[in-house]
């Protein structure tokens, strides 16, 4: 045990920590991230709340990562100007209402570009280009990018001719009219929410973390965004054919239809993402180079 204390303090000498200004900055981020994370429980999702999670995580590994090569300079008006952020988006934060959600994005934007104004001033700021873009991208709602899509892409009417496609294939007599797909024992009607549409939206949120934190070849980065739509997709039309074979089978098809068959495909999703991100982060980028 005691042997244990004597490295741990070797690792971390405290004496000198006391001293270091760039301790107290990270200290102030953890903080900081730590009663985003709290707020955000309480007027979000679930689902935002996870993206939250992760999302501040990336920041702090990012910063963590690069903290012997960010320059800390700033001036006494930026220093300023910084705490009058922090301390306005964090008092603001404290008294928040449920029917001010987009405050809290707005808040932590404003807290974040608060911090790096006191740690390294204006012309510091390019250092945090990517954590910026990261919390930039919790100011965007799932909500947004879920409406903003479908003013573009019938979502609806994508899925309904790929899952009848599928079913066709594998040999069901099945037919399609617009959004309903038609079989000998019922029908069903794809909506926007039966899609994978949000799981979709979800893992592209979290294939751009991985891109900012881990993956550096513009392959892997290409490959891994692409995926995250494709997998949200495919899972929404395996879902949509599941409950069109069940749809005469009431309990079967409000199972599948309900919260907790939704639940199983977004997990299943998460996990093939998951997979995939690790192959793609621990698989060497491909030499480019001529022989």
Same mark, same amino acid.
């Not at 037919?175 to 009607?189: D, F, T």
């Not at 891994?224 to 929404?236: D, K, P, Q, R």
């Not at 599941?242 to 079967?252: E, G, I, Q, T, Y």
């Given at each position: 045990m005691n042997t244990f204390v004597k490295d741990l303090v070797k690792d971390f000498p405290v004496d000198k920590l006391i001293y270091d200004s760039r301790a107290y900055l990270f200290a102030i981020a953890f903080l900081l991230s730590l009663a985003r994370i709290i707020v955000a429980g309480r007027i979000l999702t679930d689902e935002d709340v996870f993206i939250e999670m992760l999302s501040l995580g990336s920041i702090l590994f990012l910063l963590w990562q690069k903290r012997n090569s960010l320059k800390f300079d700033s001036s006494l008006f930026a220093s300023g100007l910084g705490v009058f952020l922090i301390f306005l988006m964090v008092f603001k934060g404290l008294s928040i209402f449920w029917f001010e959600a987009y405050l809290i994005r707005i808040a932590t934007l404003g807290a974040a570009i608060g911090l790096c104004l006191i740690a390294s001033g204006f012309k510091g700021l390019r250092q945090y280009g990517a954590e910026l873009v990261i919390v930039l991208l919790l100011c965007v709602p799932t909500a947004t990018i879920f409406a903003r899509v479908l003013q573009y892409v019938d979502v609806s009417m994508l899925t309904a001719k790929v899952s009848n496609l599928i079913l066709w294939y594998l040999g069901f007599q099945t %037919?399609?009219?617009? #959004? *309903?797909?038609?079989? /000998? *024992? @019922?029908? #069903?009607?794809v909506i926007v929410f039966c899609t994978g549409l949000s799981s979709s939206i979800v893992m592209v949120r979290l294939s751009i973390l991985c891109m900012a934190v881990f993956l550096k070849s513009w392959w892997s980065r290409i490959l891994?965004? #692409? %995926? =995250?739509? +494709?997998?949200? +997709? +495919?899972? @929404?039309c395996v879902r949509v054919v599941?409950? =069109?074979?069940?749809? %005469?089978?009431? /309990? =079967?098809f409000d199972f599948w239809h309900g919260s907790s068959g939704n639940q199983i495909f977004s997990t299943l999703g998460i996990l093939a993402f998951g997979v995939l991100a690790n192959y793609l982060i621990n698989k060497p980028a491909p030499n480019l180079e001529e022989s």
């Open positions: %037919s399609r009219q617009g #959004v *309903n797909i038609y079989l /000998p *024992n @019922g029908g #069903v009607e891994i965004g #692409v %995926s =995250a739509v +494709f997998i949200g +997709f +495919f899972l @929404g599941l409950m =069109a074979l069940v749809v %005469s089978d009431k /309990p =079967a």
